[in-house]
């Protein structure tokens, strides 16, 4: 067996902003999501595969905001990791091409590439073999089957039924072309890198001759989707790995509960993750289903948590308190007889006794196959906040006896009262 790598694609600060007010605080890979950084699944997932030498994350967070945490991960499981910083936002493929030196360092036979943005039982060790029992393969694409409105919004690809072959494929197209979408997460021969060095120099040579404005991002950026894959297709060098796996998108606040929800259950699959779920205990609160409790938190033993609910460091909850569905970041305090549901709590807030936090959930249609979650705007067309898990950024203080319903609260805002369907600035 050869030599793999991995690539993680983070983005930056600039993007993610769907995300807000939560990646105000932390940089949005670094949010944890069942306990852990969303990043950290990822490299797990990496790590889980014993080809992969070298796992390289590539994005343009300033380097200091990721140090500590790939420091962590690399001693914790035991494989090279780097954060490489771009010098600015390049594109899904403008970052591999950037780096390509360092990629193609120790001559690997093939390497995967990831977005950071995905979440799901990512089954890179079957995705390698596939790719590896086509031997003209130049790159396969992770599909998964969507339903025919919401393919739209996703890269669609057109396959060789028999061969598994990529005949075409458009990023979001216009009108209807297939139900097997991309999923972002793709495995590449190094063959790859003559293409990208191609694609590099005719932005090169069509920035400089036509110079219609000075936006050097534009010259520099490289996607993936739509300058390496749609010319790909139809070749004979590309291929779809079809999963019927969970997959999802962390686009927005509103998705962390899904993801959280659906990570929380993939750990009673892994037998070395199990440990991860708290267990009812005598002396412990009640649990429903699936919860993670951090070691630090202290949480009353009349308390009752789950399903799906994550409790971060030094959290405190109350006696009586009530929880489902939710996430409830570090430093945070839940006081007695409270009860928070479909809300994501920030760090260091604090919800007062007898007090209501809840949201309304935006779960896939469970009556439709194959339903994505859906990343809807804040706002309908008629200028109505759209109902969506509540979300109180850091530092917020809820008050005694009130209700919170389908409201997001900037950080570091004191509440005097009850809200409903508001974005409190």
């Known amino acids: 067996m050869g030599v793999v790598k991995a690539v993680i694609l983070i983005a930056g600060p600039q993007k993610g902003t769907r995300f807000r007010p939560l990646s105000l605080d932390v940089p949005k890979p670094l949010f944890p999501v069942a306990g852990i950084p969303i990043l950290q699944h990822h490299i797990e997932a990496c790590a889980s595969v014993k080809e992969i030498k070298e796992i390289l994350v590539l994005g343009f967070y300033p380097a200091h905001e990721m140090s500590s945490f790939i420091q962590n991960m690399e001693t914790e499981h035991g494989v090279r990791i780097r954060y490489l910083q771009e010098y600015a936002p390049l594109g899904t493929a403008g970052g591999i091409y950037?780096?390509?030196?360092?990629?193609?360092?120790?001559?690997?036979?093939?390497?995967?590439?990831?977005?950071g943005d995905v979440c799901a039982d990512f089954p890179l060790t079957g995705m390698l073999n596939f790719h590896r029992s086509h031997e003209n393969a130049v790159a396969?694409?992770?599909?998964?089957?969507?339903?025919?409105?919401?393919?739209?919004?996703?890269?669609?690809?057109?396959?060789?039924?028999?061969?598994?072959?990529?005949?075409?494929?458009?990023?979001?197209?216009?009108?209807?072309?297939?139900?097997?979408?991309?999923?972002?997460?793709?495995?590449?021969?190094?063959?790859?890198?003559?293409?990208?060095?191609?694609?590099?120099?005719?932005?090169?040579?069509e920035w400089y001759t036509g110079m219609p404005d000075q936006d050097t991002s534009k010259r520099d950026a490289i996607w993936l989707e739509k300058d390496l894959m749609v010319p790909l297709a139809g070749t004979n060098k590309a291929y779809v790995f079809q999963t019927t796996n969970w997959w999802s998108q962390i686009k927005t606040a509103g998705s962390a509960i899904y993801a959280n929800r659906h990570y929380l259950s993939l750990y009673t699959k892994e037998d070395n993750k199990k440990d991860r779920l708290t267990v009812n205990t005598e002396s412990g609160p009640t649990i429903h289903g699936d919860v993670f409790i951090h070691p630090t938190a202290k949480v009353d033993p009349s308390a009752v948590l789950g399903p799906n609910v994550s409790i971060g460091k030094n959290v405190r909850v109350g006696g009586g308190a009530r929880i489902r569905e939710s996430i409830i970041?570090?430093?945070?305090?839940?006081g007695n007889h409270s009860l928070v549901i479909y809300s994501v709590i920030g760090w260091g807030s604090n919800v007062g006794d007898w007090s209501r936090v809840e949201g309304t959930p935006d779960d896939p249609d469970p009556n439709k196959p194959f339903a994505k979650m859906e990343n809807n705007p804040l706002f309908n067309v008629s200028g109505q906040l759209n109902p969506s898990i509540t979300i109180l950024g850091g530092h917020v203080v809820v008050p005694s006896e009130v209700i919170i319903l389908n409201s997001i609260v900037l950080p570091h805002k004191e509440l005097t009262g009850s809200y409903k369907n508001q974005i409190i600035l």
């Open 98 to 115: 950037h780096f390509r030196d360092q990629i193609r360092a120790g001559n690997p036979d093939s390497f995967i590439v990831m977005n």
């Open 329 to 334: 970041l570090g430093n945070s305090v839940i």
């Open 140 to 205: 396969t694409m992770m599909g998964t089957e969507a339903t025919r409105q919401q393919s739209l919004n996703f890269g669609c690809i057109v396959e060789d039924k028999s061969t598994h072959s990529i005949l075409h494929y458009v990023e979001k197209p216009e009108t209807y072309v297939s139900t097997l979408i991309n999923c972002g997460v793709y495995i590449f021969s190094q063959q790859i890198f003559t293409m990208l060095q191609k694609i590099f120099e005719e932005k090169q040579s």
